[in-house]
């Protein structure tokens, strides 16, 4: 043989070592290609799955935020309006006092009469926007309810017994908006 048929029959037939590396060789980059192909698609459904549950943890803590704010403006809300009318409403109270009086000490019939009717008119509003007076004859004091003024000593009265009523407590709803001036006895 010549050398050149040597040298094609040694390029036609690999070397024993050539021929194990050689289907290794072809194997490996078909397996790192498959596990290329396959590892991208898994993390990348890891990744969308993970972005999805950030991303819908954000909507839910945004959602409740907004609903913690809405009823908190709410709330807010409905105080502003309510300490408003309370203020309103206390603005008119010494009015409501001065009537009385004018009916308790007015002599001429028709001006008492004229007096009372205007009172009731303003009383009537009052209620109607939830006004109430705090009853105080007969009651025991009330810290929440009465400011005492006066203090007797008297055995005909119990302890802590409203004796006399100095000037009328108010309520808005709950709120008082003006606490009953009185003496107690004992």
């Known amino acids: 043989m010549s050398k050149k048929e040597e040298k094609k029959n040694a390029a036609q037939q690999p070397e024993p070592e050539d021929t ?35 991303t819908n943890d954000k909507y839910l803590r945004m959602l409740a935020e907004y609903d913690n704010y809405r009823r908190r403006s709410m709330k807010e809300r409905e105080s502003i309006y309510a300490d408003v009318r309370a203020d309103t409403v206390k603005k008119f109270l010494p009015v409501y006092d001065n009537l009385a009086r004018a009916i308790q000490h007015e002599t001429d019939e028709e001006t008492r009469k004229g007096v009372e009717g205007i009172f009731n008119q303003l009383k009537s ?35 802590g017994e409203i004796v006399l009523e100095l000037e009328k407590g108010f309520m808005l709803g709950d709120k008082v908006i003006r606490f009953a001036k009185v003496q107690v006895a004992n």
Do not use: C, M, W
């Open 20 to 54: 194990e590396a050689a289907p290794a060789a072809e194997e490996a980059p078909q397996t790192e290609t498959a596990e290329k192909e396959e590892a991208p698609q898994v993390s990348e459904a890891d990744e969308l799955r993970k972005t999805l549950a950030e």
């Open 125 to 159: 509003i009052l209620e109607g926007l939830g006004v109430k007076e705090i009853e105080t004859a007969g009651k025991r004091f009330d810290a929440n309810l009465h400011d005492a003024l006066l203090h007797i000593e008297d055995e005909k009265y119990g302890e």
